[in-house]
């Protein structure tokens, strides 16, 4: 496994970091195991993994309370990153959207982030988060000034729960807003080898400002491991079923997905590993890019996961999976 620091927080972090929406189950995943789960996280530690990033909107709190029982006696092995900002409670903030039964909104607020701090506290059995984000900035009508958001964070850190601040899904104006309020050691935003839109602003921005990266759906919500084939349906409440997230997994755009990945075969006899592990590492590769965010349904996806951050690809290989990327152009 490969450590990089979170930006200027001195906190060394895994290459591969376990993501743990799907841990927090619900409709959108179709259910979830948690013996399974408990299962994933214990392994993906075990294999050089320490950063888990989680949120209390992962199953309405499920996540963070599973990843709690899991970290009990190795807690000071775990770098522990959560979120704030998507509250449900009650109608403060700004209404995002209705799921499972949950009216969610976008809440900025120091009042909620004083209670949603306690929550996740409490959720994952420890007294301090390593990493604390923000899920998605605040919008109207109660945009709450950044300034705000940021004193707060600030003080948690002064009270020694949290140790860095990091971002998640902000702009680039966003991103400096936030910075003239402190440090922030991390931004987390969607990228992958089909999602290439950060690589125009937020990717070399950060890059310049030392600021680490935390990219998520990396694998595409597994189309990139070549294991969705075109017989594959999914759940029309499942997530992947939600196309406007991912085009490519219509069946009109699946096939040339699918040939991509089937050409590197050599590369996957090369480096001894599989698929997914091959774009993880391609990913780590990429400019700007410190972190990798991957989900992990059983123990077996989660070793195989953590296995990809010891993969260096050669420069040549980097180069020729970009080429093959931007040879798909744009979805249907």
Known sequence: MQYRTLGNSGIEASVVG??????GGGQMWNGVDDSESARAISVALDNGVNLIDTAPAYGWGHSETVIGQVIKGRRDKVVLATKCGMWWDDARGSFHFAFDGHDTYISLRPDTMAIEIENSLR?????????YQI???AKEPENTPIADTMAMLMKFKEQGKIRAIGLSNVS???LEEYRAGGAVASDQFRYSMLYRAPEAD?????????????TYMSLEQGLLTGKVGMN???DPNEFRSNEDWNAWFKLANRPKVLRMLAGWEDLVEKYSCRL???????????TGVTHVLCGARTATQAEQNADAGGIILDAADVARMRKNALALGEPR
């Open 202 to 214: 937020i990717l070399p921005h950060c890059a310049a400002n030392n600021i680490a990266t935390l």
């Open 276 to 286: 997914a592990q091959l774009v993880i590492a391609w990913t780590a590769a990429q």
């Open 123 to 131: 959720r994952l059995g420890t007294d301090y988060i390593d990493l």
């Open 172 to 174: 680039v104006a966003q």
């Open 232 to 234: 594959r349906k999914f």
């Open 135 to 137: 899920h998605w900035p």
């Open 18 to 23: 376990l993501g743990t929406w799907v841990t």
